[in-house]
Protein backbone atom coordinates (compact mmCIF):
# COMPACT_ATOMS: atom_id res chain seq x y z
CA UNK A 1 0.00 0.00 0.00
CA UNK A 2 2.65 2.25 1.51
CA UNK A 3 4.68 1.63 -1.63
CA UNK A 4 2.36 1.95 -4.30
CA UNK A 5 1.40 5.24 -3.04
CA UNK A 6 5.23 6.38 -3.02
CA UNK A 7 4.98 5.52 -6.78
CA UNK A 8 2.11 7.38 -7.21
CA UNK A 9 3.67 10.16 -5.51
CA UNK A 10 6.33 10.35 -7.80
CA UNK A 11 5.06 9.67 -10.76
CA UNK A 12 2.73 13.14 -9.69
CA UNK A 13 6.14 15.08 -9.00
CA UNK A 14 7.34 13.86 -12.33
CA UNK A 15 4.46 14.95 -14.07
CA UNK A 16 4.94 18.08 -12.10
CA UNK A 17 8.24 18.57 -13.30
CA UNK A 18 7.37 17.62 -16.70
CA UNK A 19 4.55 19.77 -16.95
CA UNK A 20 6.91 22.66 -15.71
CA UNK A 21 9.34 21.79 -17.60
CA UNK A 22 7.14 21.78 -20.75
CA UNK A 23 5.80 25.03 -19.69
CA UNK A 24 9.51 26.69 -19.28
CA UNK A 25 10.25 25.46 -22.98
CA UNK A 26 7.59 26.94 -23.87
CA UNK A 27 8.44 30.01 -22.61
CA UNK A 28 12.36 29.54 -24.48
CA UNK A 29 10.30 29.09 -27.27
CA UNK A 30 8.74 32.44 -27.02
CA UNK A 31 11.83 34.04 -26.17
CA UNK A 32 13.54 32.55 -29.02
CA UNK A 33 10.79 33.64 -31.60
CA UNK A 34 10.54 37.26 -30.12
CA UNK A 35 14.48 37.98 -29.69
CA UNK A 36 16.66 35.35 -31.98
CA UNK A 37 18.75 34.92 -29.28
CA UNK A 38 19.69 31.66 -27.97
CA UNK A 39 21.62 33.38 -25.29
CA UNK A 40 18.87 35.06 -23.99
CA UNK A 41 16.84 31.60 -23.39
CA UNK A 42 19.48 29.99 -21.98
CA UNK A 43 20.14 32.67 -19.11
CA UNK A 44 16.18 32.84 -18.92
CA UNK A 45 16.65 28.95 -18.72
CA UNK A 46 18.68 29.51 -16.15
CA UNK A 47 17.08 31.89 -13.75
CA UNK A 48 14.80 29.32 -13.58
CA UNK A 49 16.83 26.61 -12.89
CA UNK A 50 14.99 23.94 -15.20
CA UNK A 51 17.36 21.27 -15.50
CA UNK A 52 17.02 20.48 -19.13
CA UNK A 53 19.12 18.89 -21.88
CA UNK A 54 19.72 22.62 -23.93
CA UNK A 55 20.45 24.63 -20.50
CA UNK A 56 22.92 21.95 -18.50
CA UNK A 57 26.06 22.78 -21.13
CA UNK A 58 26.00 26.45 -20.32
CA UNK A 59 25.82 26.23 -16.26
CA UNK A 60 28.90 27.28 -14.75
CA UNK A 61 28.51 24.81 -11.64
CA UNK A 62 29.87 25.21 -8.38
CA UNK A 63 33.12 26.54 -7.37
CA UNK A 64 34.67 26.99 -3.86
CA UNK A 65 36.55 30.30 -2.89
CA UNK A 66 38.39 31.17 0.60
CA UNK A 67 39.30 34.41 -0.67
CA UNK A 68 35.99 36.45 0.04
CA UNK A 69 36.39 35.27 3.72
CA UNK A 70 38.73 38.30 4.42
CA UNK A 71 35.88 40.11 4.14
CA UNK A 72 34.23 38.13 7.30
CA UNK A 73 37.84 38.27 8.91
CA UNK A 74 37.52 42.40 9.60
CA UNK A 75 33.78 41.69 10.83
CA UNK A 76 35.16 40.01 13.51
CA UNK A 77 35.67 41.61 16.85
CA UNK A 78 38.90 42.35 19.02
CA UNK A 79 38.68 40.42 22.80
CA UNK A 80 40.98 42.21 24.10
CA UNK A 81 41.44 46.15 24.95
CA UNK A 82 44.51 47.65 22.64
CA UNK A 83 47.33 49.84 24.08
CA UNK A 84 45.85 53.24 23.15
CA UNK A 85 48.28 55.23 20.05
CA UNK A 86 51.23 57.44 20.28
CA UNK A 87 49.86 60.77 20.15
CA UNK A 88 52.00 63.95 19.47
CA UNK A 89 50.64 66.20 22.20
CA UNK A 90 49.30 65.47 25.64
CA UNK A 91 46.48 65.65 26.80
CA UNK A 92 44.57 64.54 23.86
CA UNK A 93 41.40 66.54 22.48
CA UNK A 94 39.51 64.05 25.07
CA UNK A 95 41.71 65.09 27.98
CA UNK A 96 43.51 61.71 28.31
CA UNK A 97 46.75 61.98 29.68
CA UNK A 98 49.30 58.82 30.20
CA UNK A 99 50.43 57.68 32.66
CA UNK A 100 54.31 58.58 33.14
CA UNK A 101 57.17 56.20 31.89
CA UNK A 102 58.49 55.99 35.20
CA UNK A 103 56.25 55.62 37.99
CA UNK A 104 56.61 58.52 40.63
CA UNK A 105 58.67 57.33 43.72
CA UNK A 106 55.79 57.45 46.13
CA UNK A 107 55.02 54.53 48.45
CA UNK A 108 51.78 53.78 46.87
CA UNK A 109 50.97 52.96 43.39
CA UNK A 110 47.51 53.47 41.43
CA UNK A 111 46.90 51.80 38.49
CA UNK A 112 45.03 52.42 35.63
CA UNK A 113 41.94 50.89 34.45
CA UNK A 114 41.42 48.41 31.65
CA UNK A 115 40.46 51.38 29.67
CA UNK A 116 43.67 53.11 30.72
CA UNK A 117 41.74 55.95 32.65
CA UNK A 118 42.86 57.19 36.38
CA UNK A 119 40.25 54.87 38.59
CA UNK A 120 38.46 57.57 40.34
CA UNK A 121 34.75 56.77 40.23
CA UNK A 122 31.70 58.73 41.59
CA UNK A 123 28.78 56.74 43.73
CA UNK A 124 25.36 57.87 44.75
CA UNK A 125 23.11 56.18 47.33
CA UNK A 126 19.79 57.79 48.42
CA UNK A 127 20.12 60.00 45.80
CA UNK A 128 21.43 62.92 47.24
CA UNK A 129 24.83 61.30 49.36
CA UNK A 130 27.68 61.73 46.84
CA UNK A 131 30.86 59.69 47.38
CA UNK A 132 34.18 59.09 45.86
CA UNK A 133 35.87 56.00 44.82
CA UNK A 134 39.18 55.53 44.28
CA UNK A 135 40.30 52.47 42.94
CA UNK A 136 43.47 49.89 42.06
CA UNK A 137 45.81 51.00 44.72
CA UNK A 138 48.56 48.89 45.81
CA UNK A 139 51.47 49.60 48.29
CA UNK A 140 51.09 51.89 51.36
CA UNK A 141 47.09 52.68 51.51
CA UNK A 142 47.50 55.05 55.02
CA UNK A 143 50.01 57.03 52.86
CA UNK A 144 47.85 58.01 50.07
CA UNK A 145 45.17 58.28 52.13
CA UNK A 146 47.31 60.80 54.02
CA UNK A 147 48.03 62.07 51.20
CA UNK A 148 44.46 62.69 49.95
CA UNK A 149 43.18 64.23 53.21
CA UNK A 150 45.93 66.97 53.11
CA UNK A 151 44.94 67.76 49.43
CA UNK A 152 41.28 67.50 50.17
CA UNK A 153 41.63 69.47 53.24
CA UNK A 154 43.28 72.26 51.50
CA UNK A 155 40.97 72.35 48.14
CA UNK A 156 37.85 71.87 50.41
CA UNK A 157 38.64 73.47 53.72
CA UNK A 158 37.48 70.99 55.94
CA UNK A 159 38.46 67.40 56.22
CA UNK A 160 36.22 64.84 54.44
CA UNK A 161 35.53 61.59 55.91
CA UNK A 162 37.43 58.98 54.35
CA UNK A 163 37.12 54.93 54.49
CA UNK A 164 40.17 52.83 53.63
CA UNK A 165 39.06 49.64 52.57
CA UNK A 166 42.41 47.14 53.27
CA UNK A 167 41.02 44.09 51.62
CA UNK A 168 40.10 45.17 48.39
CA UNK A 169 43.00 48.26 48.54
CA UNK A 170 40.47 51.00 47.56
CA UNK A 171 39.54 54.76 49.29
CA UNK A 172 35.84 55.83 49.37
CA UNK A 173 35.65 59.78 50.31
CA UNK A 174 32.41 61.05 51.67
CA UNK A 175 31.06 63.91 49.12
CA UNK A 176 31.99 64.28 44.96
CA UNK A 177 35.83 64.94 44.30
CA UNK A 178 36.43 62.95 41.36
CA UNK A 179 37.08 65.94 38.74
CA UNK A 180 39.76 66.92 41.57
CA UNK A 181 41.31 63.49 42.27
CA UNK A 182 41.25 62.59 39.10
CA UNK A 183 44.08 65.92 37.60
CA UNK A 184 45.58 65.81 41.37
CA UNK A 185 46.45 61.91 40.32
CA UNK A 186 46.97 62.53 36.87
CA UNK A 187 49.68 65.40 37.71
CA UNK A 188 51.13 62.90 40.33
CA UNK A 189 52.00 60.77 37.15
CA UNK A 190 49.64 57.71 37.97
CA UNK B 1 37.17 19.56 107.71
CA UNK B 2 39.14 16.79 107.44
CA UNK B 3 36.79 15.85 104.47
CA UNK B 4 38.09 18.93 102.57
CA UNK B 5 41.76 18.84 103.21
CA UNK B 6 41.80 15.16 101.93
CA UNK B 7 40.18 15.92 98.86
CA UNK B 8 42.40 18.94 98.27
CA UNK B 9 44.93 16.34 99.31
CA UNK B 10 44.05 13.63 96.67
CA UNK B 11 43.94 17.17 93.96
CA UNK B 12 47.36 17.64 94.97
CA UNK B 13 48.39 14.27 94.44
CA UNK B 14 46.82 13.46 91.59
CA UNK B 15 48.46 16.85 89.86
CA UNK B 16 52.07 15.58 90.94
CA UNK B 17 50.80 12.26 89.65
CA UNK B 18 49.70 13.10 86.38
CA UNK B 19 52.85 15.80 86.15
CA UNK B 20 54.51 12.67 85.75
CA UNK B 21 52.75 10.64 82.82
CA UNK B 22 53.36 11.90 79.34
CA UNK B 23 51.95 15.31 78.60
CA UNK B 24 48.67 13.80 76.18
CA UNK B 25 47.03 11.43 78.64
CA UNK B 26 44.63 14.20 78.78
CA UNK B 27 44.10 14.96 75.17
CA UNK B 28 41.74 13.26 72.80
CA UNK B 29 42.89 10.32 71.08
CA UNK B 30 43.18 12.16 67.80
CA UNK B 31 45.16 14.36 68.99
CA UNK B 32 47.87 12.14 70.56
CA UNK B 33 51.04 12.07 68.51
CA UNK B 34 52.61 8.48 68.65
CA UNK B 35 55.58 7.98 70.66
CA UNK B 36 57.53 7.07 67.61
CA UNK B 37 57.33 9.87 65.31
CA UNK B 38 60.34 11.70 63.87
CA UNK B 39 58.86 15.00 63.29
CA UNK B 40 61.44 16.77 61.13
CA UNK B 41 60.95 20.33 60.24
CA UNK B 42 60.32 21.58 56.44
CA UNK B 43 63.75 22.87 55.93
CA UNK B 44 64.30 26.38 54.77
CA UNK B 45 65.52 26.31 50.69
CA UNK B 46 67.49 29.29 49.79
CA UNK B 47 65.66 31.93 48.06
CA UNK B 48 66.68 31.65 44.90
CA UNK B 49 66.99 35.59 44.36
CA UNK B 50 70.27 36.15 45.85
CA UNK B 51 71.52 33.02 43.60
CA UNK B 52 73.95 33.11 40.47
CA UNK B 53 72.16 30.42 38.53
CA UNK B 54 70.85 31.54 34.94
CA UNK B 55 67.17 32.63 34.47
CA UNK B 56 66.23 30.03 32.07
CA UNK B 57 62.42 31.57 31.73
CA UNK B 58 61.17 35.16 31.41
CA UNK B 59 58.09 36.60 31.15
CA UNK B 60 56.63 36.85 27.67
CA UNK B 61 53.99 38.87 28.37
CA UNK B 62 54.91 42.73 29.56
CA UNK B 63 55.27 43.16 33.12
CA UNK B 64 54.03 46.87 34.89
CA UNK B 65 56.96 49.03 35.66
CA UNK B 66 56.34 49.36 39.52
CA UNK B 67 56.41 45.53 39.83
CA UNK B 68 59.25 43.10 39.51
CA UNK B 69 59.32 39.34 38.19
CA UNK B 70 59.16 36.53 40.86
CA UNK B 71 62.07 34.03 40.85
CA UNK B 72 61.11 30.92 41.43
CA UNK B 73 63.50 27.42 41.12
CA UNK B 74 63.23 25.41 38.15
CA UNK B 75 63.73 22.12 39.27
CA UNK B 76 63.46 18.24 37.54
CA UNK B 77 61.93 15.29 38.94
CA UNK B 78 65.05 13.18 37.86
CA UNK B 79 67.86 15.38 38.54
CA UNK B 80 68.69 18.40 40.23
CA UNK B 81 67.75 21.98 40.30
CA UNK B 82 67.95 23.43 36.59
CA UNK B 83 68.31 27.37 36.94
CA UNK B 84 66.13 29.98 37.84
CA UNK B 85 62.38 30.97 35.94
CA UNK B 86 60.88 34.15 35.93
CA UNK B 87 57.12 34.89 36.79
CA UNK B 88 54.80 37.01 36.17
CA UNK B 89 53.72 39.34 39.43
CA UNK B 90 49.89 39.48 37.97
CA UNK B 91 49.55 35.99 38.72
CA UNK B 92 52.05 35.12 41.19
CA UNK B 93 52.34 37.53 43.64
CA UNK B 94 48.61 38.90 43.86
CA UNK B 95 47.99 40.03 47.67
CA UNK B 96 46.54 37.08 49.34
CA UNK B 97 42.41 37.50 49.36
CA UNK B 98 41.11 34.59 51.64
CA UNK B 99 37.90 35.65 51.28
CA UNK B 100 37.99 34.85 47.69
CA UNK B 101 39.68 31.19 47.58
CA UNK B 102 36.54 30.77 50.51
CA UNK B 103 34.18 32.07 48.05
CA UNK B 104 35.59 30.39 45.22
CA UNK B 105 35.77 26.53 47.05
CA UNK B 106 32.23 27.19 48.48
CA UNK B 107 31.25 27.85 44.62
CA UNK B 108 32.91 25.02 43.77
CA UNK B 109 31.75 22.29 46.31
CA UNK B 110 28.09 23.87 45.51
CA UNK B 111 27.54 24.06 42.29
CA UNK B 112 27.72 20.94 41.04
CA UNK B 113 25.14 19.69 43.86
CA UNK B 114 21.51 18.55 42.78
CA UNK B 115 19.90 17.26 46.55
CA UNK B 116 17.87 14.20 45.51
CA UNK B 117 16.47 14.54 49.40
CA UNK B 118 12.15 14.66 48.52
CA UNK B 119 9.35 13.36 50.67
CA UNK B 120 5.87 12.82 50.61
CA UNK B 121 3.06 15.64 51.03
CA UNK B 122 -0.29 14.87 52.92
CA UNK B 123 -1.25 14.22 48.77
CA UNK B 124 1.34 12.34 48.05
CA UNK B 125 0.60 9.70 50.66
CA UNK B 126 -0.88 6.71 50.19
CA UNK B 127 -4.68 7.06 51.20
CA UNK B 128 -6.13 9.95 53.23
CA UNK B 129 -8.86 10.93 50.89
CA UNK B 130 -11.81 10.50 53.69
CA UNK B 131 -12.66 11.81 56.59
CA UNK B 132 -11.76 9.20 59.54
CA UNK B 133 -14.78 10.05 61.43
CA UNK B 134 -17.46 12.47 61.52
CA UNK B 135 -16.76 16.19 62.41
CA UNK B 136 -19.07 16.22 65.92
CA UNK B 137 -20.29 13.49 68.49
CA UNK B 138 -17.57 11.08 68.46
CA UNK B 139 -15.48 12.40 71.21
CA UNK B 140 -12.33 12.39 69.40
CA UNK B 141 -10.09 15.70 68.23
CA UNK B 142 -11.49 16.94 64.42
CA UNK B 143 -9.39 14.98 61.27
CA UNK B 144 -9.91 15.74 57.64
CA UNK B 145 -7.44 12.54 56.70
CA UNK B 146 -5.33 9.91 58.17
CA UNK B 147 -2.63 11.57 56.13
CA UNK B 148 -2.06 15.38 57.48
CA UNK B 149 1.19 15.77 59.23
CA UNK B 150 -0.39 15.65 62.68
CA UNK B 151 -0.97 11.82 62.31
CA UNK B 152 1.63 9.26 62.20
CA UNK B 153 2.43 7.91 58.68
CA UNK B 154 1.53 10.99 57.50
CA UNK B 155 3.09 13.14 54.84
CA UNK B 156 5.44 16.00 55.93
CA UNK B 157 4.41 19.47 55.78
CA UNK B 158 7.57 21.54 54.81
CA UNK B 159 9.99 19.23 54.05
CA UNK B 160 12.82 19.18 51.02
CA UNK B 161 10.89 18.88 47.86
CA UNK B 162 12.25 16.98 44.48
CA UNK B 163 15.88 17.22 43.19
CA UNK B 164 16.67 20.98 44.56
CA UNK B 165 19.93 22.45 42.47
CA UNK B 166 22.80 24.30 43.91
CA UNK B 167 23.72 25.92 41.16
CA UNK B 168 25.02 29.51 40.62
CA UNK B 169 27.81 30.78 38.78
CA UNK B 170 30.49 33.26 40.54
CA UNK B 171 31.57 36.03 38.28
CA UNK B 172 34.26 34.93 35.46
CA UNK B 173 36.88 37.40 37.06
CA UNK B 174 36.49 36.40 40.82
CA UNK B 175 36.61 32.69 39.66
CA UNK B 176 40.36 34.40 37.67
CA UNK B 177 41.04 36.04 40.73
CA UNK B 178 40.36 32.69 43.26
CA UNK B 179 42.92 31.06 40.81
CA UNK B 180 46.00 33.73 41.36
CA UNK B 181 45.37 34.00 44.75
CA UNK B 182 45.66 29.92 45.03
CA UNK B 183 48.81 30.40 42.58
CA UNK B 184 50.30 33.27 44.72
CA UNK B 185 49.47 31.93 47.95
CA UNK B 186 51.30 28.55 47.36
CA UNK B 187 54.30 30.09 45.84
CA UNK B 188 54.61 32.43 48.88
CA UNK B 189 54.05 29.31 51.28
CA UNK B 190 56.72 27.45 49.38
CA UNK B 191 54.42 24.49 47.96
CA UNK B 192 54.98 25.80 44.42
CA UNK B 193 57.52 24.06 42.12
CA UNK B 194 58.22 24.25 38.73
CA UNK B 195 59.94 21.75 36.55
CA UNK B 196 60.70 21.51 33.25
CA UNK B 197 59.44 18.07 32.28
CA UNK B 198 57.43 15.00 33.84
CA UNK B 199 60.22 12.27 32.38
CA UNK B 200 61.13 9.92 35.13
CA UNK B 201 63.83 7.00 35.18
CA UNK B 202 60.85 4.54 36.01
CA UNK B 203 57.78 3.54 36.23
CA UNK B 204 57.45 2.91 39.90
CA UNK B 205 55.32 4.68 42.07
CA UNK B 206 57.87 4.09 44.93
CA UNK B 207 59.96 6.70 42.63
CA UNK B 208 57.83 9.45 43.37
CA UNK B 209 56.75 8.59 46.57
CA UNK B 210 61.13 8.79 48.06
CA UNK B 211 61.08 11.88 45.64
CA UNK B 212 58.47 13.81 47.82
CA UNK B 213 59.80 12.49 50.45
CA UNK B 214 63.36 13.22 49.78
CA UNK B 215 62.54 16.93 48.88
CA UNK B 216 59.92 17.07 51.75
CA UNK B 217 56.98 17.97 49.71
CA UNK B 218 54.43 16.85 52.18
CA UNK B 219 51.83 15.04 51.57
CA UNK B 220 50.15 15.15 48.46
CA UNK B 221 51.21 16.70 45.00
CA UNK B 222 49.33 17.58 42.21
CA UNK B 223 51.61 17.48 39.13
CA UNK B 224 50.19 19.77 36.58
CA UNK B 225 51.23 19.86 32.75
CA UNK B 226 49.98 21.16 29.61
CA UNK B 227 48.38 18.18 27.56
CA UNK B 228 47.29 14.99 29.04
CA UNK B 229 49.38 13.31 26.58
CA UNK B 230 51.85 12.75 29.48
CA UNK B 231 55.05 10.07 29.39
CA UNK B 232 53.77 6.70 29.88
CA UNK B 233 56.30 5.96 33.06
CA UNK B 234 54.75 8.76 35.07
CA UNK B 235 50.77 7.87 34.00
CA UNK B 236 51.51 4.45 35.92
CA UNK B 237 53.63 5.45 38.35
CA UNK B 238 50.40 7.59 39.41
CA UNK B 239 47.63 5.33 38.24
CA UNK B 240 47.50 3.42 41.55
CA UNK B 241 48.64 6.42 44.05
CA UNK B 242 45.93 8.22 45.49
CA UNK B 243 48.11 11.18 47.01
CA UNK B 244 50.09 11.74 44.24
CA UNK B 245 47.80 13.12 40.88
CA UNK B 246 48.39 14.27 37.38
CA UNK B 247 45.81 16.89 36.09
CA UNK B 248 45.99 19.25 32.43
CA UNK B 249 46.01 22.85 32.91
CA UNK B 250 43.04 23.16 32.04
CA UNK B 251 41.50 21.10 34.95
CA UNK B 252 43.18 23.31 37.64
CA UNK B 253 40.92 24.83 40.33
CA UNK B 254 41.62 26.46 43.60
CA UNK B 255 40.06 23.52 45.67
CA UNK B 256 42.05 20.57 44.19
CA UNK B 257 45.46 23.22 44.34
CA UNK B 258 44.52 23.60 48.09
CA UNK B 259 43.61 20.01 48.56
CA UNK B 260 47.24 18.85 47.39
CA UNK B 261 49.93 20.07 49.81
CA UNK B 262 52.45 20.57 46.72
CA UNK B 263 51.71 21.60 43.93
CA UNK B 264 54.22 21.09 40.73
CA UNK B 265 53.86 22.84 37.15
CA UNK B 266 55.67 22.60 33.99
CA UNK B 267 57.31 25.20 32.47
CA UNK B 268 54.67 24.94 29.52
CA UNK B 269 51.62 25.29 32.40
CA UNK B 270 53.05 28.06 33.30
CA UNK B 271 52.64 29.92 29.94
CA UNK B 272 49.28 28.54 29.53
CA UNK B 273 48.25 30.13 32.68
CA UNK B 274 50.27 33.14 32.41
CA UNK B 275 48.79 33.92 28.93
CA UNK B 276 44.95 32.73 29.89
CA UNK B 277 44.93 34.55 33.43
CA UNK B 278 46.60 37.94 32.39
CA UNK B 279 44.25 38.35 29.32
CA UNK B 280 41.39 38.84 31.51
CA UNK B 281 43.00 41.87 33.10
CA UNK B 282 42.75 43.75 29.62
CA UNK B 283 40.01 41.82 28.21
CA UNK B 284 36.81 43.14 26.94
CA UNK B 285 32.77 42.38 28.10
CA UNK B 286 31.62 39.61 26.14
CA UNK B 287 29.91 41.41 23.54
CA UNK B 288 28.70 37.35 22.46
CA UNK B 289 30.22 34.38 24.27
CA UNK B 290 33.55 33.67 24.14
CA UNK B 291 33.36 30.13 22.73
CA UNK B 292 32.40 31.81 19.88
CA UNK B 293 35.16 33.17 17.68
CA UNK B 294 37.05 36.80 18.31
CA UNK B 295 40.13 38.04 16.28
CA UNK B 296 42.45 37.57 18.89
CA UNK B 297 41.44 34.95 21.69
CA UNK B 298 44.30 33.77 23.55
Request: proline share 8%; net charge positive; aromatic share 8%.
Amino acid sequence: MRCSLYALNRSVVMANMALSCCARMKNGIKILKATGNFSRVGAKMQANYCVSASSSQTYPGITESTEEYKYVERLIPPSSVPTPPKHDQYPTPSGWRPPAAVPPALPYMVRRSRMHNVPVYSDITHGNRKMTIVRKIEGDIWALEKDLKDFLTHTSGTTPLMQVNEVNMSIRIKGSFDKDLKSWLLEKGF
Amino acid sequence: MFRRSLSVCCRQIGKTFLSTLPEDVGLPSNLKLPPNLISTAKRERPSPVGSGLPVLRKCEIEIPPQLSAKQAWLESLKDDTLGLVELHPDVFAVPPRLDILHEVIVWQRNFKRISHAKVKTRAEVRGGGRKPWQQKGSGRARHGSIRSPLWRGGGIAHGPRGPTSYYYMLPMKVRVLGLKVALSTKLAQDYLHIIDSLEIPTPEPQYLLDLAKQRQWGESVLIVDVHEDMPENILKATANLKTINLMPVIGLNVYSMLKHETVLLTVDAVNFLEKKLLWHDHRYSPLYPFRLPYNDFP
